[in-house]
């Protein structure tokens, strides 16, 4: 075949094949077998492989394709992602509804009631109906620049078919990144089986998943997309949000087909209540409806607050309850040693998940609500907030139920328990009990602490119950043939994880001191004593009444730390930790050697790669003070995802706002 003849078929089948993506994804009328599909995307393949000058960015085989990417690039939004309202009842609708009429004298008001999708929100940027880039929500100005996984969802157009309407050159549509219930579940299931946390919720694996380097993994995560809006269409003549709805739809978008208008709010709490009852028969999760004022004159009328828009407002469905049976009442020991009573229950629907476990606090919990096994309960679940028994139906009662027993000895180990000095924890004191031994392993290289990547919960169980490591001073001892022994670690594997390990010896001494896991010392804590005690030696020399002489360092902490380095097992780990070459004191630099020398920092907002304790530590370590309000005196504020209202404040004031992709440039210096 002519390079010509090539170059015509190639295009041909890349139309054909977005329109049955369309038709599949889109329209849910699919016209061919997965049989035929498979076999067009086949020929296209052999025809791009002959012909790989060919190949575009918006050829149907690179929706999945390339390298991992290394990190994450900053995009700009045309217009900014706003954040919205929320409002958790009828009445606050109707004073949202009084509002609006307010500020619109005599003006005859429409709204447009759309689901909540509970996902991740993303904009998509396209130029002469090619998609450019698709980004995260980030700090509502920038996000991260995700077009690699934006590619994977089917149902995301790569080039928009006019289809014989005019599109306008220049668009940039919002829309909610989410995942069915089915596919959630699924993947959940394999996290279980491969010893990995599950996920939260649909949410956490939606945002989660576009955050994944490689294009290839979240491929398999079967993302979809509904698009809600637009921030900037050039030239656009629509004079609505339901319009333009109208228009995304018909250029070929996803639009949620759920979508209504009122010209009163009484209707509108009524579509609202009505979502409320019949969410669960969608395959997807919503946790509330967006309403708002559908004529884009009136949203300009309106503007804006500080924080979000004054035409739109979100409606949040109440934390769901729903009654099921105890089955059981099993109690987990905990890094502490806290024993903590856990209901597990026949298998319900809630808030868009299967709960089949729910917190009962602790002991006295269950005295007061008279908790019984096998007794029928009320529970709540709101979004991702761990479900809790509220209510005991005593009325149900058959005389089959049981009393729960609090245990007398420690259900891994089975030594004493003890109750602690509140009178509330109950413990295990027995420091070679497998979960305390586990639970302090994990928190010793969990991120915070001395951030061993790869050494997570799957890995630390195996290492323990075969006699590898009896504490986390062995971690140093491991050798590569002692973890490609383990399920699902390779050789490759290992050897990462031997460089990993390798690496958090020449972490800082207040990562340190917070893997050691004292009761009471937190990642500020042991900044402190780092910064004014400098090594293991001097902490484990300094008596209660010194230490109480440093500012935050309370009786019971100074307490805390006193005990632990005079228990001879804590001992015995350091000296390992010492002899495997773990740096035990801290390093002084040049004053300006560090990257963050001097600087006031403020953080807002969620960030990626970074909790809020951890990026706390890190700003510190960089010889930055953290701060937790604005000021003139701000050097400047690090904004992730959803920022509150100090990001307002720091542009009033003129403090420099900076990304995260921007801050780890920065610390790169050091």
């Known amino acids: 075949m002519t390079k010509d003849g090539a ?67 900053t995009v700009r939004h045309r217009v900014p992602m706003l ?23 005599c003006q005859k008001v429409r709204y447009c009631v759309e689901l909540k999708i509970d996902g991740a929100s993303v904009s998509l940027f396209y130029n002469k109906g090619i998609l450019q880039t698709g980004s995260t929500r980030g700090n509502g100005v920038a996000g991260d620049d995700v077009t690699h996984n934006i590619k994977t969802i089917r149902s995301v157009p790569l080039k928009i078919d006019p289809d014989g309407i005019e599109v306008p050159d220049i668009m940039e549509v919002r829309g909610e990144v989410f995942m069915t219930s089915e596919v959630f579940e699924m993947l959940n299931d394999e996290a279980r089986k491969d010893g990995k946390d599950p996920f939260a919720n649909p949410r956490n694996a939606a945002a989660g ?23 900037y269409i ?22 949620n087909p759920n979508i209504d208008t009122f010209d009163n ?56 309850r729903v009654s099921t049976k105890i089955l059981d009442i099993k109690v987990q020991v905990g890094r502490t040693g806290v024993l903590t009573p856990v209901a597990m ?71 004493k328990v003890v109750r ?38 799957a890995i630390v169980n195996q290492l323990v119950d075969k006699g590898l490591i009896k504490d986390f001073g062995d971690i140093y001892y491991l050798t590569v043939d002692d973890i490609k022994g383990l399920e699902r670690m390779a050789e490759k594997s290992a050897r990462n994880l031997i460089a990993a390990i390798e690496k958090s010896k020449d972490n800082s001494l207040s990562r340190l001191i917070f893997a050691l896991g004292i009761r009471h010392v937190g990642t500020h804590a042991a900044w402190i004593l780092s910064e004014r005690l400098g090594s293991i030696e001097n902490i484990a020399q300094e008596p209660v009444d010194r230490l109480t002489d440093i500012d935050e360092i309370g009786e019971v902490m ?86 509150g209202s100090k990001l307002n404040k720091a542009k009033r004031l003129g403090v420099k706002v900076v990304e995260e992709a921007e801050f780890n440039t920065i610390i790169k210096k050091a």
């Open 7 to 73: 170059k015509k078929e190639i295009a041909d089948l890349s139309r054909r094949i977005e329109r049955h993506n369309r038709l599949y994804y889109v329209d849910n009328k699919p016209e061919i077998s997965d049989s035929e599909f498979d076999l067009l995307m086949k020929r296209l393949e052999v025809l791009e492989k002959a012909h790989p000058e060919l190949i575009t960015p918006i050829s149907p085989t690179q929706r999945v394709g390339g390298e991992p990417i290394k990190g994450f690039k």
């Open 83 to 105: 954040s919205m309202d929320n409002t958790y009842s009828a009445d606050e609708l109707r004073e949202f509804d009084k509002r609006v009429k307010k500020n619109l004298p």
């Open 209 to 231: 998943s576009l955050k994944i380097l490689d294009p290839k993994i979240v491929a398999d995560r079967n993302l979809d997309i509904f698009i809600y809006g637009a921030g």
């Open 234 to 255: 050039e030239g656009t003549g629509y004079d609505s949000q339901s319009d333009l709805l109208a228009f995304l739809k018909k250029t070929h978008f996803k639009v």
């Open 265 to 320: 709010i009484e209707d509108v709490i009524e579509y609202c209540d009505k979502w409320q009852m019949h969410k669960e028969k969608l395959n997807y999760h919503i946790d509330g409806m967006v309403v708002k004022v559908d004529s884009f004159r009136q949203q300009g009328e309106l503007g804006v607050t500080s924080k979000s828009p004054r035409w739109m407002i979100a409606y949040k469905f109440p934390a769901e």
């Open 345 to 415: 229950l026949k298998p319900v629907q809630a808030s868009g998940t299967t709960v089949s476990r729910s917190t009962l606090h602790n002991f006295d919990e269950i005295e007061r609500l008279d908790v019984k096994i096998g007794d029928t309960v009320l529970i709540e679940k709101s979004g991702e907030i761990i479900p809790k028994v509220i209510k005991v139906f005593k009325e149900k009662r058959t005389g089959s139920e049981r009393p729960f027993k609090i245990p007398a000895k420690c259900p891994e180990c089975d030594s």
């Open 420 to 457: 602690d000095r509140e009178g509330v924890a109950i413990r295990c004191e027995n420091v070679s009990c497998p979960a305390l031994v586990k639970g302090n392993i994990m928190h010793f290289a969990s991120r915070n602490a001395m951030d061993i990547e790869g050494l997570g919960e």
């Open 558 to 643: 100074a307490e805390s730390i006193n005990t632990f380095f005079k228990d001879k097992s804590s001992m015995a780990v350091l000296k390992k930790l010492k002899s495997a070459g773990v740096r035990m004191k801290s390093t002084p630099k040049k004053r300006g050697a560090l990257p963050l020398d001097g600087r006031t920092i403020v953080v807002t907002g969620t960030l990626s790669g970074y909790s809020r304790t951890g990026i706390e530590t890190l700003i510190r370590e960089m010889g930055g003070n953290c701060s937790s309000s604005i000021s003139k005196n701000t050097d400047f504020l690090l904004a992730g995802e959803s920022p």
